[in-house]
């Protein structure tokens, strides 16, 4: 089993930064594909970004550019380094993960581990 945990959300101005953090515990997280996605009340879970492999990422076209996922193995985490926020980047946070990249990518229901999530407000 493997246990996901998010931090470092918060409260950030537009045009600011945040980074994201999933710490991992249970298994080692580098052979795992690490997805971030976001939710806000009333919608589905949205994909944000993808890290699999030693370093193949993909991201939404949304936040593309201004989001980049990457990867501590020797500290089992995975990050989310999110700059130029903007007040629709507003939401929960969710890091998850699947033993080997799922098909489809960007649907929650392919990811078998999910954290607990982490708030992310970005005021205008």
């Known amino acids: 089993q493997v246990q996901l945990v998010e931090s470092g959300g918060g409260l950030v101005q537009a045009g600011g930064s945040l980074r994201l953090s999933c710490a991992a515990s249970g298994r080692t997280l580098s052979s795992y594909a690490v997805a971030w996605f976001r939710q806000v009340p009333g919608k589905e879970r949205e994909f944000a970004a993808l890290?699999?492999?030693?370093?193949?990422?993909t991201y939404a076209d949304s936040v593309k550019g201004r989001f980049t996922v990457s990867r501590d193995n020797a500290r089992n985490t995975i990050y989310l380094q999110m700059n130029n926020l903007k007040p629709e980047d507003t939401a929960v946070y969710y890091c998850?993960?699947?033993?080997?990249?799922?098909?489809?990518?960007?649907?929650?229901?392919?990811?078998?581990?999910w954290g607990q999530g982490t708030q992310v407000t970005v005021s205008p």
């Open positions: 998850a993960a699947a033993r080997s990249l799922p098909w489809p990518r960007d649907t929650a229901s392919s990811y078998n581990y």
């Open positions: 890290t699999w492999g030693t370093s193949t990422t």
